[in-house]
């Protein structure tokens, strides 16, 4: 068993230890209050002093809490695997509650034992359970202390399951948004290969230089799928690109203009997203060939892109793209980029806005 547990622990574990370590306080200062106000251990107490009191309970906190951190988790991360049935978990709970119970007693009880105290054993948990008998004060003091590392337990899994579940989901959001960027449409493939193959025919040359310019574009595709983020000139050029593959496939707006100013060189936006913001706009919108317009400016501590296409978008707009765009660009900033969809008379409108004095996290 790997024994780094003791000294590494996640911030979640210390949220929760605190909700038990205040209810074992309160219980403690509960016990020393009823031996305190019984005639019969008033005069014990008093050979104690505040101070001695002070040591013994502090004593008591670190045996539990010692306990619990070292015996209980040692024994859960030793026992740690799959269940297939509540059943099987809940007696591992147990199993692990009942010995870390009997460690706890056994150094509660070591004081009295060895006479550090100026009362035995049986005269303290007398105090604690008020019962005559010895053994019942024992196997009830016993059971209390398996409640309280039944609940400590439960609280520890549903932190430390909590905190893998995180960890999942972020691995879980890293493959889904690897998988969106590298999802460029087959039509615009097919459409590529269809236009190569009718070229051949007409000019080699031109469809030579066409397969050249397709395999730069597909060779960055698969390239951007391996990150999330990408430099904002990459995507310029890349962009530039497809709107010329569109141009040999007839399928282009029929007037382009794409004006990036003062773009910063270490400004990164996510990967493949002026092409998929374009592809939106383009898909979607009911004159497929009207003016498409980029253009890129600083604006305060944001740097711009406008996305401007001059025709109106369908009744039922495929977003698939937009979405892609928009959950990586929130992985990338949290809530300091933004990306909006607009109308200006008969344009849409796409603004991407990044923040200047931020790198992508």
């Known amino acids: 068993m ?8 996640s911030p979640s574990y210390w949220r929760y230890q605190g909700i038990v370590l205040f209810i074992s306080t309160l219980f403690m200062l509960f016990s020393v209050w009823t031996m305190s106000a019984t005639p019969e251990y008033q005069s014990h107490l008093k050979h104690l002093t505040h101070f001695g009191l002070f040591i013994l309970y502090c004593y008591q906190m670190v045996v539990i809490f010692g306990t619990f951190h070292i015996v209980c988790r040692g024994i859960y991360k030793y026992l740690k695997k ?5 059943r099987k978990a809940t007696l591992n709970v147990l199993f692990n509650a009942a010995i870390a119970s009997v460690i706890v007693i056994i150094f509660d009880l070591l004081p009295p034992i060895l006479g550090i105290t100026p009362y035995d054993a049986e005269q303290y948990l007398k105090s604690i359970l008020a ?55 087959p039509e615009f493939l097919f459409s590529t290969m ?44 890349s962009l530039k690109n497809y709107l010329s593959i569109l141009d ?3 399928r282009a707006p029929i007037d382009i203009d794409v004006n990036i100013n003062n773009s910063p060189e270490a ?3 996510p990967s493949m997203s002026l092409i998929f913001l374009v592809s939106f706009l383009l898909k979607s919108a009911r004159q497929r060939d009207a003016q498409l317009t980029v253009n890129g400016y600083q604006s305060g501590e944001k740097y711009r892109i406008d996305i401007y296409h ?52």
Request: charged letters at 25%; glycine letters at 2%.
């Open 2 to 9: 790997n024994w780094n547990y003791i000294t590494k622990t």
């Open 82 to 86: 799959p269940y297939h049935s509540k």
């Open 131 to 185: 019962n005559s008998s010895f053994t019942q004060n024992l196997i009830l003091y016993w059971l209390y202390n398996v409640f309280l590392f039944v609940v400590w337990l439960a609280l520890y899994l549903f932190a430390s399951h909590s905190a893998n579940y995180k960890k999942l989901l972020v691995v879980l959001k890293k493959q889904e948004l690897s998988l969106l960027a590298n999802k460029i449409s």
């Open 194 to 237: 269809d236009a190569i193959k009718k070229m051949i025919d007409v000019d080699e040359e031109k469809a030579a230089e066409l397969v050249t310019r397709a395999s730069e574009l597909f060779r960055y595709n698969l390239l951007a799928s391996k990150n999330t983020d990408a430099l904002l000139n990459q995507e310029i050029d």
């Open 248 to 250: 040999d496939q007839n």
């Open 267 to 269: 400004l990164k936006v």
């Open 310 to 361: 001059r025709s109106l978008g369908k009744l039922f707009l495929d977003t698939e793209h937009f979405d892609n765009v928009k959950e990586r660009l929130d992985y990338l900033y949290k809530s300091k980029a933004s990306l909006i969809l607009a109308r200006k008379g008969r344009s849409r409108k796409l603004r991407l806005e990044l923040p200047l004095n931020q790198q992508c996290e």
